[in-house]
């Protein structure tokens, strides 16, 4: 589904993007995420396609809010009904118990939302949502109530369930767990759309610094271009000279930012981008190990699963060589 919309309150927006299968809306807070969700569903005042001269009820969206806006007073069962009034009395009943068998929570439609977990109440926004029988679902940072320790557990199982479906799915995000697990990322900043792709292409090569830093690269430093070769090109860095990918846009002489995700920093048995430094900061991250590699007056973050620090004989103090992977080197023009 391709939308463009143009919002001047609460923020000001100029937008167009693709959404299909699930697509992530990832940025900061204030950038006009939520707004644009509003704007889709009709909520705010907004010009643009699809939709547009439509008012909120009649527009085939399916909306599920930060907070799900669930009725206190009616059961889980009732909440869902609440969009089926078109049907017959007695058919609402049965309706509604098939789109909470959908989420998987059937034998909880006799519940208060009161009586429920926070991911029993989402399940139950979402059967809402789908009630109403939508082109496009929704979801304001479907995950801000989950914590880590759950988000793959409570979650993950209704982004299976949801794919199924073939619907539309448009997140509002800043959370990188769930970006990473879409069809497409698109990141909007306060300057607007600033990239939009797969999530592969936007976590792996963000097209600008700000982007990088949004999707998660702690490892971003300055570097000149020196030579350039068929698929390669040579950069002088503070870490000294490495190789890297060479993009279409690179010049010799130019200056570009060079950033590598934590996950790849660490190559067993490269000959290439030999770098050696000293081990520190070094602790459990849930059941991954993050640490820093001191080069020079660079500290190179990384993170590993924890059986690699045994592997690695890993310890805070300890001088280590390790190959920067150019494939897994980024570079961003300067």
């Given amino acids: 589904m391709e939308i463009a919309y143009a919002l001047e309150h609460p923020v000001k927006l100029r937008l167009r993007l693709r959404a299909e299968g699930l697509t992530v809306l990832l940025g900061e807070s204030g950038v006009g995420k939520t707004s644009l969700l509003k704007a889709l569903a009709g909520l705010i005042p907004a010009s643009g396609q699809p939709f547009t001269g439509l008012r909120a009820e009649k527009r085939p969206v399916g909306y599920l809010p930060q907070h799900f806006a669930l009725f206190p007073h009616l059961r889980a069962w009732q909440n869902v009904a609440f969009p089926l009034a078109h049907l017959p009395r007695p058919a609402r009943r049965p309706k509604a118990l098939d789109y909470l068998e959908l989420m998987g929570i059937a034998e909880l439609a006799e519940r208060f939302p009161r009586q429920l977990s926070g991911g029993q109440q989402q399940r ?55 970006a990473q697990r879409a069809h497409r990322v698109a990141v909007l900043t306060r300057a607007g759309l600033a990239q939009e792709g797969s999530a592969e292409e936007v976590f792996g090569r963000p097209a600008t610094l700000e982007v990088a830093r949004l999707v998660g690269f702690r490892n971003l430093w300055e570097g000149t271009v020196l030579g350039l070769q068929k698929d390669r090109v040579r950069l002088e ?80 103090g300890r001088e280590l060589e390790v190959a920067l992977e150019p494939r897994f080197l980024h570079l961003i023009p300067g």
């Fill in 237 to 316: 860095t503070r870490l000294g000279p490495l190789q890297a990918t060479r993009p279409d846009w690179a010049r010799v002489g130019q200056r570009v930012w060079v950033g590598i995700r934590s996950e790849e920093v660490f190559t067993l048995d490269g000959r290439e981008n030999c770098v050696r430094g000293r081990v520190r900061h070094l602790y459990s991250q849930g059941l991954r190990l993050r640490g820093e590699l001191v080069v020079g007056e660079v500290g190179l973050d990384f993170l590993l699963p924890r059986y690699k620090q045994a592997q690695l004989g890993l310890a805070e």
């Fill in 124 to 178: 139950v926004a979402l059967a809402r949502a789908l009630a109403r029988e939508p082109q496009i679902l929704l979801l304001d940072e479907p995950t801000s109530a989950l914590d880590a320790a759950t988000r793959e557990e409570v979650f993950g199982g209704v982004l299976e369930r949801l794919r199924g479906l073939q619907i539309p799915i448009l997140a509002a995000t800043h959370d990188q767990w769930l």
